[in-house]
């Protein structure tokens, strides 16, 4: 394993990033994401209107690549439509296992920085917290509620 | 002495890499000594014991019945107080259930301590929802220990089941069992000891110990997985109701019921683990031609050496008082400011195994404050060496995470 194709200064600084790190006001969907085996536990906030994601911003804890991986999602997907965001949260699990073309990768844009965990299987379930999340947040019209990724493992 | 040679798991790559194993707290690896006689087992003498008329079956009962003696001699125990169980867990939810949810009431309590693994939690917690009895938490002290002062105010007349780990899966510490044990025995209750840690660093001696029951897995001393053993003082088990039931276990089945088989087989239903039991014997072989005085040493230098070159660590912090003293095989800690997952993928890069995560233990984890840690643990085939490929991968961590 190469350390620094994984711990990228991307996905370092990230993991710190306070940027979207806050609750979103007049939310309309959240959702608390868990890993219960090593207690990454993200909780996803979004406004949603007119079929377009206006805000987002997660609250919670975990490993850096857990952290990063949902601050760069936020970046990602904010601003864009709930249909395109369906369409980025296919590719970035494509991206996951390893099967992704340069062009798709194009589009996942600053995301692509965390293209190595497709090496570190123990690490997969960390890096699709966030996004398991958001697929959820999107699918269950906004229901609070709990998901995990730990079938994942 | 060097006994890593024992273990081939360990042995160096073409390219001279060895794997620094540091997680034998969650399970060890095995001397060639173990692997040879359970080999030797299945090659010659395997058949279901306590079943067949012919030589082979007889065999084969000689070595499960020949590994319980071992067992019983390691715990110092007769052959008769001896269960064989899966594991830990297995000999724990035998005595919550057996004994626990046939002995308590309401208004009984049960006493536990905040850092007992989940094995020795979670089943009582059942125990005391079932049977209306209190389960109170003990807290350590400021340095990881348990104080005298809890102990008394814990341990009341109420009080019917201690249940502590003898060394913590998390803080390494030795507990305080004489303490308790004499309290306990003061007000009546009895005294379920978790050797899960201890059974494999030092001795377990349930006769010096006066412990009523005692509990341990065959896979962290040296054995395979699949196999362990539960001390119940002598009277204990006839008193107890079976805990699983169908066959082997029985005195007799007729339409109408059954009776049950005596002493330790009225626990142990149905086709039984041998050949993990003779590998638990030639573990228990093995580590009595180390001798515990040798292995002590030999673990106390590793844990003093790890110790000292962590307490020179500002940005590190060990969990429990970071000595080497009353501690047996684990020292847990966090590197400030990385998760300790992040942690255990830096120093696998290294070659450095160590368990991250909440360790089976989260009330311990949130008494800490913390929601996770890293675990280094050592057994006999460690090294200064590997102490100090640890260390060294350590002071790589933080620049690795860009601090």
């Known amino acids: 394993m190469n350390l620094n194709e994984l711990y990228t200064q991307i996905i370092t600084e990230n993991s710190r990033s306070k940027e979207n790190r806050h609750p979103v006001e007049g939310a309309t969907h959240s959702l608390e994401g868990v890993n219960p085996s090593c207690g990454d536990d993200i909780t996803l906030q979004l406004r949603v209107k007119d079929g377009k994601i206006e805000d987002a911003g997660f609250i919670g804890s975990g490993c850096a690549i857990s952290q990063a991986s949902a601050s760069l999602m936020i970046d990602l997907v904010k601003g864009r439509t709930v249909e395109d965001a369906h369409r980025l949260i296919s590719l970035y699990f494509q991206m996951i296992k390893g099967k992704i073309t340069p062009e798709e990768l194009d589009d996942l844009e600053d995301v692509a920085a965390l293209q190595g965990i497709a090496h570190v299987p123990a690490r997969v379930k960390c890096a699709v917290l966030a996004w398991h999340t958001l697929e959820e947040a999107l699918d269950g019209e906004g229901k609070t509620d709990k998901v995990t990724t730990e079938e994942e493992a | ?403």
């Open chain 2, 1 to 403: 002495m060097n006994w890593t040679a024992d273990f081939p798991i360990l042995a160096a790559d073409e390219n001279g890499n060895r794997l620094v194993y540091l997680d034998s707290a969650a399970t060890t690896q095995h001397p060639m000594q173990v692997l040879n006689a359970v080999v030797d087992y299945y090659t010659k003498e395997n058949a279901n014991p306590h079943r067949g008329v012919y030589e082979l079956a007889m065999r084969a009962t000689d070595a499960h019945e020949g590994a319980r003696h071992t067992v019983a001699q390691f715990f110092n125990a007769e052959d008769d107080e001896i269960v064989f169980t899966q594991n830990t867990t297995e000999s724990l939810n035998l005595v919550a259930y057996s004994y626990g949810m046939n002995f308590l009431h309401e208004g009984d309590e049960i006493v536990i301590s905040v850092a007992e693994h989940h094995s020795n939690m979670v089943p009582w917690q059942r125990v005391a929802k079932a049977t209306g009895a209190k389960l109170v938490y003990m807290y350590p002290g400021e340095n990881g220990r348990l104080t005298t002062e809890e102990l008394d105010k814990k341990i009341t007349p109420k009080t019917k089941v201690v249940a502590v780990a003898m060394v913590s899966n998390v803080l390494g510490l030795r507990a305080p069992v004489e303490e308790i044990v004499k309290r306990a025995h003061a007000v009546g209750a009895v005294v379920v000891l978790d050797c899960a840690q201890s059974a494999p660093h030092t001795p377990v001696d349930v006769k010096k110990l006066d412990v009523d029951f005692a509990a341990c897995s065959a896979h962290k001393l040296y054995a395979p997985m699949g196999v362990g053993a539960l001390y119940a003082r002598a009277g204990l088990l006839e008193k107890m109701p079976p805990f699983m039931s169908g066959g082997d276990m029985i005195g007799a089945v007729h339409e109408s019921g059954a009776t049950w088989a005596d002493g330790p087989r009225k626990f142990e239903a149905g086709t039984r683990n041998v050949g993990g039991e003779v590998g638990f014997a030639a573990a228990i072989d093995y580590m009595k031609g180390i001798g515990w005085e040798a292995m002590e040493t030999h673990e106390h230098a590793l844990l003093d050496r790890m110790l000292a070159g962590m307490r020179a660590m500002p940005w590190l912090t060990v969990y429990g008082e970071p000595v080497a003293e009353g501690r047996y095989g684990v020292v847990s800690f966090n590197v400030n400011d990385v998760h300790p997952h992040d942690v255990a993928t830096i120093l696998d890069a290294g070659g450095v195994a160590v368990r991250a995560g909440h360790h089976c233990a989260q009330p311990l984890m949130e008494f800490l404050g913390i929601g996770s840690c890293c675990r280094a643990s050592v057994a006999i085939y460690n090294t200064p060496e590997d102490v100090d490929a640890l260390l060294e991968n350590l002071e790589n961590v933080r620049k690795v995470m860009g601090l």
